[in-house]
């Protein structure tokens, strides 16, 4: 369990204040309306192996300072966050003008290096993420399933992207950026597709600046750390502190990303998570274990479905119209969504977009979404989040996780293998395995058997590297048997393998 620090809010009050504001209410005590000046600091969670306290609230990049509709101001969305004492800031080279927005705010504030005035201690009291799509860092070749997405930008690779970011933050907006400027992590956007992971992946072991083609990562490594091992560097600047990744699409890909990082390079997951995410390929039992296990920062999206739950068709945002503007409905509680992503095992923090800020309390989203995120990562029961999830349903019928792979049932363990060899005259079958996969309920235990009988159980644990399990078998005798592995979760479900044979051992 992450520590945080505490605004002195006992479980009894979160209770009583979510009822409130399922009504539409402003209970947060520290938080008046959108232009009041904050009376004490929001809670904060321990940004897993990151080094940072971060808000339990983070204001996501999209929404109205992406997609802006006409009488809004998303300048002032920032302000106001920053007001209230969020510290967590998103955005992407896929959002249009929003980090452009982002660059007039921190003027306002007073973040961007070599202007007169700026503050290095409140610049280091937020955290800055931007994302690239942008798989090859050099050369790169047609892959089915890789897509580069440029926003417009042709012939752009991974370096490119993260020096536009610095430009449009923090610099010109014209390719120049000032010395000290630097985001606190970029993020390979959106991972979905198999073949992406041997692009990002390459070059990383061995970097070579005469590679003809290097992945994205080997390159924000050179500028994380201020090296030039992929001669993309020749400066050797220091640009990110942090690579991570974000995914909306499939567990068992996002899962794979992790396992194969042997260096503990990436440090954080952007996940979606939301209160249908079990009737989907659900995130919540599957990757988060993982990255949790590795101690990585996770922050959830898509708190809201990106709309769906609401207003919004089931489908990307692609103009100002998508823009939710209102807060929850009288059928589905914004509060309890929030809720439930905050108290996802494994979660720090939630990005969540801003369409409408206000000074009546009960219409302001910032303010509404502030109050909700004031909630201890155990402040639910299993039964709080069961009655979220049957709530979430009355939204598209359950049907508002359009950019989540479809549902999977529980699998048995993944790629069984099974030897046998003699030690001294002892004979030892050695049965090894990779994770199985979770459906609506969290794996509880494997099971192995033997020819019909329960030779041990092994109680689950998330699978954080591609080294597989394994577990050996002490035999007193040489003849035939069949084994099969079961994975059982906590609900009951068994699903089994096939069976396996062990040969006669001559």
């Known amino acids: 369990m992450a520590k945080q620090k505490n605004i002195n809010v006992t479980r009894r009050d979160f209770i009583k204040t979510s009822s409130s504001a399922a009504i539409g209410l402003s209970v947060a005590p520290y938080i008046i309306g959108c232009n009041s000046v904050r009376a004490e600091k929001p809670l904060m969670r321990t940004f897993g192996r990151l080094g940072f306290e971060v808000t339990t609230l983070g204001l996501g990049g999209q929404a109205s300072i992406q997609w802006t509709p006409e009488d809004v101001d998303p300048v002032k969305i920032i302000l106001k966050a920053f007001d209230k004492g969020i510290n967590y800031y998103d955005t992407s080279n896929l959002y249009g003008p929003s980090q452009m927005n982002y660059g007039m705010a921190f003027k306002t504030l007073n973040l961007i290096p070599g202007i007169s005035g700026y503050d290095e201690t409140k610049r280091r009291s937020i955290f800055l993420t931007s994302k690239t799509h942008l798989r090859w860092a050099k050369g790169g070749y047609e892959i089915d399933g890789v897509n580069n997405w440029t926003n417009g930008m042709q012939g752009t690779k991974t370096v490119d992207d993260l020096k536009r970011s610095l430009s449009q933050v923090f610099g010109d907006g014209k390719g120049n950026y000032p010395q000290g400027a630097y985001l606190d992590m970029v993020l390979i956007h959106s991972l979905s597709a198999w073949p992406e992971l041997e692009v990002l992946y390459d070059g990383l072991d061995n970097p070579d600046p005469k590679a003809e083609n290097i992945g994205a990562l080997a390159a924000l490594r050179d500028y994380r750390d201020g090296t030039n091992l992929t001669g993309l ?51 919540q039992h599957n990757v988060i274990p993982v990255a949790a296990e590795k101690n990585m920062g996770i922050i959830a999206m898509k708190v809201f479905a990106d709309g769906a739950m609401y207003t919004k068709p089931a489908e990307w945002s692609n ?104 030690e001294g005259d002892k004979r030892k079958a050695s049965i090894s395995w990779h994770t199985a996969y979770a459906g609506d309920a969290p794996i509880d235990r494997y099971e192995i058997w033997r020819d019909g009988q329960k030779v041990t159980d092994i109680p689950f644990k998330p699978q954080t590297t591609k080294v597989p399990f394994s577990y050996s078998d002490a035999l007193n005798d040489r003849k035939f048997y069949e084994y099969t592995m079961k994975t059982v979760d906590k609900s009951g479900r068994v699903a089994s393998s096939e069976k396996i044979p062990l040969e006669i051992m001559a």
Do not use: W
């Open 233 to 283: 560097n020749p400066k050797e600047e220091k640009l990110v502190r942090h690579i991570g990744f974000s995914g909306h699409y499939n567990p068992a890909l996002m899962m794979d990303m992790i396992q194969r990082d042997k260096d503990n390079l990436i440090d954080a997951m952007l996940v979606a998570i939301n209160a249908n995410d079990k009737r989907k390929f659900n995130m």
């Open 319 to 422: 103009r100002p119209d998508h823009v939710v503007r209102t807060v929850g409905s009288s059928e589905l509680s914004s509060r309890r969504l929030v809720e439930y992503s905050l108290t996802t095992p494994g979660i720090h923090t939630a990005i969540i977009g801003i369409g409408q800020i206000s000074n009546d309390p009960a219409a302001c989203q910032l303010t509404q979404n502030m109050a909700a995120a004031q909630i201890m990562p155990d402040a639910l029961t299993q039964t709080d989040r069961e009655e979220i999830e049957n709530m979430a349903k009355i939204a598209k019928e359950g049907n508002t996780n359009y950019f989540q792979k479809d549902t999977e049932p529980l699998t048995a363990p993944q790629n069984i293998l099974i030897s046998q060899q003699l």
